[in-house]
């Protein structure tokens, strides 16, 4: 069984490109998705970095809201928001350190925060216990010195700093976020459309394969039938040579053999002749009956010369037999020489060579032919077609004047050309027999031997083709030779 080299190794190439690709798409896909999941894990601790870091400035602003507010009014109402946000306070911080803790890189900001934070702790709640106390003028006093003040205003400037720090990270790690989803939303759509170009290519492929074993499959069904009816034409044609052979051993049994008993029946009437020569010269001197005078005269002036005519024109008879079946025999021993011939170039050489025959006879010649090219035995073209024209001007109708048309006809891998005339025609029961050797149809008033349409025969069967007629009585006939385009095509399957 012959493997398909082409279609294995597209089909592998296109494996390749294909597990190639989805290898390529799932790494890719992968390191993205490990990036947006390291994107977002930094966006959340940003995230709550800024929340921590809000949270406890709003802590911070409560409790000294409060603190300010008990302060100037003694009014224990403005303690409970300031107690509020001073026992969230430390979950708050511990949230921001936590938050910050996993960012190594700001470590140093937590401990300076915190140490600011404390110290303010310290600050309100030394003032509002000195208020609690009733000494309301030192803390008043506390307050006024803005050590306070000062430590709010580093802790604001620390916490700005810090969510200004994760606002611009949150930004960054937004930017890369959105980055990778685009690249990953690119990866996909190329990833899409490189699939569907691996799986357009192998469905190409497989359909280019397909398709093949297709033309395959009908070519060999093809071949098969070209088999098959080679096969036929094959039986036909050794029916066709049977039938010849017991058409020949016909000839050389009934149509030698007819002179071959008139010259044994002269010779003997030779061989009586002689006898009464021999009693009349052989007489030696003795008397010779009048009669014997007489018929020994007859035989030298009648009989002996009669008979020598009849076995002379008997035996070139036999000789005419003899050379026609040798004729038709080299035929079949020649070597055909297939080469480049033009129809139209052959029949012209052909009309030309008998033009005068033409031109006694007022007729006229119509080449209905292309260019057309064939690959053949020019001699055996041209011995066909000479023989047909010749046909055509002998048997010309008396009636009006000649008329020879020579067309050809492409048919797949057969030529027909057809020369047609407008002479006697042919009997429907001789269009048969005007094939045969030594067999002619209608009057026998021209010359012949009845051998040139046999010969034609011959000739185009030799060539892998056949001779066939048309005809209608008094209108004239076609005479339609069929041979292959290309005779090296035929040779060659004679040889395999």
Known sequence: MTINKPFVRNSLVMLFCGSGLLISVLLSAMVLITQTRETFDRLVVERTVRTASSDLFSLLQDAETGQRGYLLT????????Y????GQIPQAEERLSKALGKQTNRTHDVAELIGLIDAKMRELNSTVELAEMGDIAAARSTVR????QELMTKIRDKMQAIIGTSDTAIRTNVGKHAAISEWLQFIMIAAFIAIFVVLGGAIYIIMRHVRSLTEARRELMKLNEELEHRVVERTQDVVRANQEIQRYAYIVTHDLRA????????ASELDRSIKDVSAYVLADGAPVSQQAIQDARIA????????LGFIRSSTSRMDGLINAIRKISRDGRRQLKPEPIDIRDIANSCV?????????????VDLALPSL???SDRMSIEQILANLVDNAIKYRSPKRPLKIRIEAVRRGRLVDIIVEDNGRGIEADDLERVFELFRRAGPQDQVGEGIGLAHVRSLARNLGGEID???VPGEGSAFILTTPSDLSQVLRSISA
């Open 352 to 364: 030309s060579s008998q033009q005068h025959r033409i031109d006694e006879a007022g007729g006229e």
């Open 74 to 81: 003694q009014d224990a109402g403005f303690l409970k928001p």
């Open 300 to 307: 030298v002036e009648q009989d002996m010369p009669e008979a």
């Open 145 to 148: 010195a803005g050590s306070g």
């Open 259 to 266: 002179p071959l008993v008139n010259i044994m029946g002269f």
């Open 469 to 471: 007629v048309r005809s």
């Open 83 to 86: 107690q509020d946000a001073v």
């Open 373 to 375: 090219k064939l690959f």
